[in-house]
């Protein structure tokens, strides 16, 4: 059995296990590709079994009955809602040149406007007017982003819409798709433990056709609104394989933005088995940062005529690597933050990201502990991850969250533009986050507080910027040092 504690090492050691045995080349149907929608999913089943520890509590059939029908009922009315009030909408957006598929989360608030960081990143550095863009959300935006900078078209409805059509076509298809060889498949799908029902001939087939509803839809659209490019935030996503097939078929480039770490995400790396045409559920380029980005990509793309890596540095990031008005602004608001988080003589600030993910809670739990201790004469900006600040998740980090201290902020290191807080810290502190990278552009050291973060980064950059502790002794004195090297 594998084990689950750090899921990047399971991922891809039953990915390589099943891309060395199973042809998925031959895996398509509806002209959609499984094995790219199949892979990326395979994460998420790892990550739902590593966080369930206790079973939920039975619920009575009349209980489970109500929810349904209320589930659906919502459903039905997002759809409703969708088609008579988004639809239009899209369609009679007017002449835009692209569209923009933001991830619903990679928002920031510059100047009390809310927008997607990596577009303003192409705004500024490559002249893209907003008026030339249709911009599309694959998931409802949270209350939290008011004021924003365009109007970003929710898609949710439309999901909602696929998955209803998907579930109606494997009941009334007589014969659905089964690869040539599904069994063998299966019984690694059943040596590794994972729950059989995600993979299931229904469910192979549910999938496929969520897809390829979605690709038909999102060519229709690409065709009728004469687009000229799309760009995608994390493509990873049934919205996003859709996209990128449907502008295969209206010959029309496709780019992934990259957003964090690419070369130990199983999206973007190791892929062994990809066809000399390349995969269509993938985008045709990729934006990248750095260099090791660029290699992880080319290390598969270069095999295939089709997907092209393109280094253009993170445009997110140049306008606040340079002094002006705007950067000097943020600056003088957050020197101004800096007085109010009143702590003797304390001069070192310290930023945290904090990530609701499963298997952390130790570690969060001993960092916390360490903030408690004040032996430390520092500021602490504890930033949480957007999947929290939009109503998600805060799996494993309750107890740093409640802290209350003169020297700790919350609201501001969370809603503050991440390049801002980068310009202004001393040390960042994090498990897992790809910040880190970031970081580097500034000249901040990382702090990771658990094997998985050394483990998963350390080849990314210069080992002198990457620092490692776990104990709450080890942690105290790596900062400890820090500071008087400061």
């Given amino acids: 059995m594998l084990d689950y504690k750090y899921s990047h090492i399971p991922v891809f050691s039953l990915i390589n296990k099943l891309e060395k045995n199973i042809y998925f080349q031959n895996w398509c149907t509806l002209g959609v590709n499984l094995w790219p929608v199949l892979r990326v999913s395979i994460r998420v089943y790892i990550k739902n079994i590593s966080s369930c520890k206790d ?161 038909r839809f999102f060519k229709f659209l690409l065709k009728t609104s004469k687009i000229e490019r799309v760009i995608i935030v994390s493509f990873y996503h049934d919205m996003g394989f859709a996209l990128n097939i449907a502008a295969h078929r209206a010959d029309i480039v496709s780019c992934d933005i990259q957003h964090g770490t690419m070369i130990s995400h199983d999206a973007y790396c190791e892929w062994t088995t990809v066809p000399k045409h390349g995969y269509k559920e993938f ?39 340079h002094n002006s008005d705007l950067t000097l602004k943020y600056d003088t608001l957050i020197n101004n933050l800096k007085k109010k988080m009143k702590h003797d003589n304390c001069f070192f600030d310290i930023l945290v990201t904090l990530q609701p993910i499963a298997g952390f809670r130790k570690n969060w739990d001993t960092l916390a502990d360490v903030i408690m201790r004040k032996k430390l004469n520092v500021r602490w900006w504890l930033r949480h991850h957007p999947t929290t600040i939009s109503g998600g998740r805060s799996e494993g980090i309750e107890k740093i969250s409640k802290i209350s201290l003169t020297n700790v902020e919350y609201i501001n290191a969370s809603n503050l533009p991440l390049c801002a807080l980068l310009r202004n810290i001393n040390l960042h502190v994090t498990v897992r986050s790809s910040t880190y990278i970031e970081c580097e552009a500034f000249g901040i050291k990382t702090l990771f507080i658990s094997e998985y973060g050394i483990l998963e980064h350390k080849k990314c950059v210069d080992d002198k910027t990457l620092l490692y502790a776990t104990t709450e002794e080890d942690i105290m004195s790596t900062i400890l040092t820090l500071t008087r090297v400061h």
Wanted: glycine share 4%.
């Fill in 55 to 215: 079973k939920p509590p039975k619920e009575s059939i009349h209980k489970k009955s109500i929810l349904k029908i209320v589930t659906i009922l919502g459903k039905v009315f997002q759809i409703v809602v969708g088609v008579f009030f988004i639809l239009p909408k899209i369609f009679l957006n007017g002449q835009v040149k692209y569209i923009y598929m933001t991830d619903g989360v990679s928002l920031d608030c510059i100047d009390e406007k809310w927008g997607d960081k990596y577009f303003r990143g192409l705004q500024i550095n490559h002249s893209i007017n907003p008026k030339d863009c249709l911009f599309l959300s694959p998931i409802k935006l949270n209350k939290n982003f008011k004021h924003l900078a365009y109007n970003i078209l929710e898609l949710e409805w439309l999901e909602n819409l696929a998955e209803i059509i998907a579930s109606i076509y494997i009941r009334i298809t007589k014969h659905l798709f089964i690869p040539k060889d599904y069994a063998q498949f299966i019984n690694i799908i059943k040596e590794n433990h994972l729950n059989m029902e995600d993979f299931s001939v229904r469910s192979l087939n549910y999938k496929a056709c969520k897809v390829a509803f979605l690709a």
């Fill in 283 to 321: 985008p045709k380029c990729y934006l990248t940062w750095d260099k090791p980005s660029s290699k992880c990509i080319k290390s598969w793309s270069k095999k295939t005529n089709y997907h092209e890596v393109l280094e253009t540095g993170n445009l997110s990031h140049k306008i606040w690597l």
